[in-house]
């Protein structure tokens, strides 16, 4: 995974590889007021069809005429609280075991060398409250995809030493992780606005003693409890028939179980104190700054004021974040802000980035002036319908891949909300005005004092801190 | 596709650049057909070239100089400061400090080992701005005299986000200062602590009258332009540009052999050793360049891939010897090429032990019963997806860029197809020989910190 990747899956899930595929989907997996006003570019919501097929999986079909392939996005619904306490992390190791160890009799090479051939993507990843998988391929791959994929799916091998060879490897990774400035500075915030242990070990992979104590055994368990074909949403996307989708999910679905255990953790609850925590670290080699409090969930209707909002606040070179401390201040490579969702009903606004150490007082203050600045006056007469057209691209240029409609629609059903929100994206963005922008900033946005500072830096008196510690896993001395 | 090593800059900061499972998750499906249109006659350009894309969105500009870090004889990494330096100077209204105007072209630049591009893209309506801007590249940098000098800290922040926790890519600089030592190739895009503190605005001009000659440049335009179209811009903003005498290129002095070697290093942020292998191999005298450039590209996907006959499978899947491995093959601007091989040994397997089955490992692939079958995978799995994905617009403009700065020409997508077709079993065994044979290997191990 690259930097990139890396700086994206820390908000949530370190290591895991599905955050790569998530930010050009999150910015546009939304939920704005309802409108009527349809556009040429939107899909009609009556394009989704409901199909059953022939072994009885109900599934969402969307047609894409001009798509080169189809794209299967399959969710099992129902979280990790199943799995005994501390072992959360089989919700990472048990997808990857799965899809990278070999399966029905096939070894690991030879299961890849199958896939490989194929022009095919596929992933499998566990989420909160659901395991989500993906198939992508023309329609004349389809069929050994899902072949391969029900394999996976019904027969995976399960062996021990390739689950200590990933451990081995895992647990390394987060212990080097953990020596990094920002990946210091997220677990922080983490333990500090997380309460139930449950997700800090899922997200933070704390302790990471918990982790090594999962074996073969576990893994079993969780898969023939997890993996059925009960509570399922499936959505199928793309350039295929409603016939050929079926075909390829009964192959894919086949000869697993018909009721799961999958059940929910206790809904997730954040609170960020507004102190300032100032995380001593003698040996690092930089500074970083981490301000964070809470959005309203990506359900509330203006979320999608509010992804404009983050663009103008803190995703380009002439955002206001990068304008004051790159531009002005001189202190950083890249200062951003974004907003991540932590479960369906909880999202965090962050305001961060590497900041030279000598320059951290100023930079804090710069950043909250301009922060204060942004909710108080709003976006620009200027910068709005910029914003907006580079919202309205992207928005566009989702609905040409069956992946990403396929991931809306399930994500849709899995919030609770009409499919048709995946389709009527660009109708809704375009519906935006400044004025609602601006109301849905200073209405929904926290304010800079009730939002949570971390700062990591090797300069112990760089500034003054509410809390000082070493490492995030001494919080409890914060609290 | 096939990555020229990069330094990508602003804006795309924290750009995704997934891996391939991730590209093919979220490949636009819909693609339209192009060409590609030589309109030099019309510039001061080396080259300048029309990708026409009818129904495209957005008009794609890209300058490309053929001068980067290998170029520089100054403080090494002087040639991404001057990038940073001409990025804002060209990006901004004339006489306006650089955050005068909010605008929607998405602009940005990036320094490689032997070429320094800027790129912009927008509407099409907004074509003559983006021409013109691009075209400020080659007129006097115009920054504010404090500015310039303290970008200089951004690039030490950007040394410190890109290299600080990033110990293979302080092992790679050490392996390739002791094997290349004294040549162009020795040099990191980067530069390091010491030598970016030594930059100034009046070495990265010198840097700059030196090389940012429209006889050095090309430009690949892509978009719903028409030749018709573009022909009067082209005259309007690239004729009478600097063109002079350019110096010969450093790296075409001759490469005296360069020197096998080991590196041993700790760093701090690792908890487990990483292995790296390095081979040195020279241009491949017999076979056209194109097809060696793509046959380049093959054979690292089949030593990638999990076919028997790739390197990952006696590493990784048929014995423990490694956690995880990764290989790539780069060329240089002489046509020698690096091969790369990136390892996470297993704890029991010690240095020597992976070594001697890396080497033999890579001198048996051409001998494997299967090897003919793998290969064969590996390219009809890659025309498969480069027929399917041959008119999506970045793809070609992405093609055509490589095409550009590794052969001198840019290529359409159906060119590289058809070099992709002609490259045999036999060029890829050439190729595997000229590895295999090699004698010239930097190994590099670095530990954890006790």
């Known amino acids: 995974m690259n930097q990139a990747a890396r700086n994206q899956a820390k908000r949530k899930n370190p290591l895991a590889i599905i955050f790569a595929l998530l930010p050009s989907i999150l910015f546009v997996c939304t939920n704005t007021r309802a409108n009527t006003a349809e556009t040429l570019e939107d899909t009609s919501d009556t394009d989704i069809e409901m199909h059953t097929t022939p072994d009885g999986h109900q599934f969402s079909f969307h047609h894409m005429t001009e798509a080169r392939r189809a794209a299967i996005s399959i969710a099992w619904k129902g979280g990790m609280a199943g799995v005994p306490n501390g072992k959360e992390n089989i919700g990472f190791y048990g997808p990857f075991l799965m899809t990278n160890g070999g399966a029905d009799g096939r070894k690991p090479d030879e299961l890849a060398a199958e896939f490989e051939a194929l022009d095919a993507g596929a992933h499998l990843y566990s989420e909160d409250d659901a395991i989500r998988g993906f198939i992508v391929a023309p329609t004349a791959d389809l069929p050994k995809a899902a072949e391969i994929a029900n394999g996976i799916l019904a027969r995976p091998t399960l062996d021990a030493r390739w689950l200590a060879r990933f451990k081995r490897r895992q647990t390394d990774g987060q212990l080097d992780a953990r020596k990094q400035v920002n990946q210091q500075a997220w677990m922080t915030l983490r333990s500090l606005a997380i309460s139930n242990p449950r997700y800090l070990q899922a997200w933070s992979w704390h302790p990471l003693e918990n982790s090594e104590t999962i074996t073969i055994d576990d893994i079993e368990n969780w898969h023939q409890s997890s993996i059925s074909t009960d509570e399922l949403t499936i959505a199928v996307a793309g350039k295929v028939t409603p016939e050929e989708a079926a075909s390829a999910i009964d192959t894919g679905l086949s000869g697993l179980p018909e009721t799961n255990k999958r059940k929910n953790f206790k809904p997730l609850t954040l609170d960020f104190d507004s102190q300032t925590v100032l995380v001593h670290q003698p040996d690092a080699d930089k500074s970083y700054l981490l301000i964070a409090g809470s959005l309203p969930s990506q359900n509330h209707p203006d979320d999608l004021a509010h992804a404009l909002a983050v663009g103008v606040l803190g995703q380009s070179k002439q955002s206001r974040l990068q304008k004051t401390v790159r531009n002005e201040q001189r202190a950083s490579y890249g200062f951003i802000g974004g907003k991540y969702p932590f479960s369906k009903s909880h999202e965090v606004l962050a305001l961060e980035g590497e900041v030279e150490t000598e320059k951290l007082p100023n930079v804090i203050a710069a950043v909250e002036k301009a922060y204060k600045k942004f909710i108080t006056k709003g976006i620009g007469v200027v910068e709005f319908p910029v914003a907006k057209r580079i919202m309205l691209k992207r928005s566009r240029s989702q609905m040409e891949k069956p992946s990403s409609i396929a991931y809306l629609m399930t994500e849709s059903d899995l919030r609770g909300l009409p499919q048709s929100q995946a389709l009527s994206l660009v109708s809704r963005a375009e519906t935006l005005t400044r004025a609602s922008v601006n109301q849905a900033i200073s209405t929904n946005f926290p304010a800079i004092t009730d939002m949570l500072r971390i700062i990591v830096t090797p300069n112990r008196n760089i500034i003054q801190a509410d809390c000082v510690i070493e490492d995030f896993s001494e919080v409890a001395s914060c609290e | ?450």
Request: hydrophobic share 40%; glycine share 4%; charged share 20%.
């Open chain 2, 1 to 450: 596709m096939l990555n020229v090593a990069s330094i990508r800059v602003i804006p795309r900061i924290f750009a995704i650049r997934s891996f391939f499972l991730i590209l093919a998750l979220l490949s636009p499906d819909i693609a339209h057909p192009a060409a590609i249109h030589d309109l030099t006659k019309h510039s001061s350009l080396r080259g300048a070239y029309l990708i026409e894309q009818p129904d495209a969105s957005v008009v794609n500009v890209q300058l490309l100089i053929e001068a980067g870090e290998y170029d520089n004889e100054g403080p090494e990494g002087l040639a991404h400061y001057l990038e940073h330096l001409v990025f804002w100077s060209a990006g901004k209204p004339p006489g306006q400090n650089i955050d005068s105007n909010i605008s929607d072209l998405t602009d940005g630049a990036w320094t490689s080992r032997n070429w320094t591009a800027y790129h912009n893209s927008g509407p099409a309506e907004k074509a003559d701005n983006m021409l013109r801007q691009t075209a400020r590249v080659f007129s006097d940098i115009e920054l504010d005299a404090k500015f310039a000098t303290s970008e200089r800290e951004i690039v030490q922040r950007e040394y410190d986000l890109r290299v600080i926790e990033n110990p293979l890519r302080q092992l790679y600089n050490k392996l390739y200062k002791r094997m290349y030592r004294g040549h162009p190739f020795a040099r990191s895009i980067l530069g390091d602590r010491d030598t970016i503190s030594r930059f100034t605005p009046a070495l990265a001009e010198q840097f700059k009258a030196r090389w940012y000659l429209a006889s050095n440049a090309s430009l690949i335009i892509s978009g719903p332009l028409t030749p018709t179209q573009l022909e009067p811009l082209l005259k309007k903003h690239f004729i009478n540009l600097p063109v002079g005498e350019l110096p010969q290129h450093a790296w075409h002095a001759r490469l005296h052999k360069p020197l096998s070697t080991s590196v041993q290093m700790t760093h701090r942020g690792l908890s487990t050793r990483k292995l790296i292998y390095l081979k040195h191999v020279p241009p491949l005298a017999d076979i056209d360049f194109a097809v060696q450039y793509v046959a380049q590209h093959l054979v690292a996907k089949l030593l990638n891939s999990s076919q028997p006959a790739s390197l990952t499978k006696p590493l990784y899947y048929d014995e423990f010897y490694v956690r995880s491995v990764r290989i790539r093959l780069l060329l240089q601007p002489d046509r020698s090429a690096v091969l790369l091989v990136e390892a996470e040994p297993e704890d029991d397997v010690d240095d020597e032990q992976l070594i001697l089955t890396i080497e033999k490992s890579l001198s048996q692939i051409s001998s494997i019963d299967q090897f003919e079958s793998s290969f064969d995978k590996v390219k009809q799995k890659e025309l498969q997806v480069l027929r399917r994905e041959s008119d999506i617009h970045n793809v070609q403009t992405t093609i055509a860029r490589n095409t550009l700065t590794i052969l001198g020409q840019p290529m359409t997508t159906g060119q590289f197809i058809e070099v992709l077709e002609s490259v045999t079993l036999k060029h890829a065994i050439a190729l595997l020989n000229a590895i295999a044979q090699s004698d010239t290997i930097g190994r590099g191990v670095i530990y954890p910190e006790k």
